[in-house]
């Protein structure tokens, strides 16, 4: 059974930095897609970045494009998500997931971290 679990969350003021993590425990086979989704109170799961496994293919939301970098451990669902130029409206819980091609549907995901939070707040 495969469990994903997130670290790094908490409250940072706006313009800082944060850097996630997402680790797997057990063996996901096949080439899967890791992503970080989020979601803010009142609002749907949105995907922020994702990267397949080769790490020939990333995706980012408008939102963050420039700010956000994924990175990923190999073929591993392990890396990480460096956020920079942090704004409020990033204010969400966080979550890692993994699925077997790019999608925006959290839906066509097959593995999801608990989540951790990020606040961006004065």
């Known amino acids: 059974q495969v469990h994903l679990a997130e670290s790094g969350g908490g409250l940072v003021q706006p313009g800082g930095s944060l850097r996630l993590s997402c680790a797997a425990s057990?063996?996901?086979?096949?080439?899967?897609?890791m992503a970080w989704f989020r979601q803010a109170p009142k609002k749907e799961r949105e995907l922020v970045a994702s990267?397949?496994?080769?790490?020939?293919?990333?995706y980012y939301a408008d939102s963050v494009k420039d700010r956000f970098t994924i990175s990923r451990d190999g073929a591993k669902i392990t890396g990480s998500l460096q956020m920079n130029s942090l704004k409020p409206e990033d204010t969400a819980v966080y979550y890692c997931?993994?699925?077997?091609?790019?999608?925006?549907?959290?839906?066509?995901?097959?593995?999801w971290g608990q989540g951790t939070q990020v606040t961006v707040s004065s």
């Open positions: 997931a993994a699925g077997p091609y790019h999608s925006i549907d959290p839906e066509d995901y097959d593995y």
């Open positions: 057990g063996e996901i086979l096949g080439d899967y897609w």
């Open positions: 990267r397949d496994w080769r790490g020939t293919s990333t």
